[in-house]
């Protein structure tokens, strides 16, 4: 069953997830910053590298904002570091290998491809507000030019 995203206004579901390189990120590490929370399906293909890159593009104007930068997939901490190192990427990517915070943000459901129906993760962006709340939310997230796209929302914060 899909569920819907998470709505903007409401409380952004908190998390502590291991990430890239060693360690663990909480949401609440990042208490009176905005945080951009992007979802990917998989680490290495074509949307979700190129979705990374443009973030990690423009992680300094995002910094410069005052906002941090995350990434999240189902794939494990080790793709997780090979696909940072591959691609070059500069933000924390965390590995949610049960889906819980997947489901929690309402991304992970049915998905059509090549006539085929299967669970993953919908390609969505969440903008936390410094207060804890979904400033913005992108449900589906069409890659080309969504990470300019997020920074414009930051910065009107």
Known sequence: MTQSPIEVGAKAPEFTLPRDGGGEVSLADYAGKPVVIFFYPKANTPGCTTEARDFTSLLG?????????????????????????????????????????????????????YGKTFMGITRATFLVGPDGTVAQAWPKVKVSGHAEEVLDAVRAL
């Open 61 to 113: 104007a995002f910094e410069a904002a005052g906002a941090v930068v995350l990434g999240i997939s189902k794939d494990s901490v080790k793709k997780q570091e090979n696909f940072a190192a591959k691609q070059e990427l500069g933000m924390a990517l965390l590995s949610d290998a049960d889906g819980d915070v997947c489901e929690r943000y309402g991304v992970w459901g049915e998905k059509q491809m």
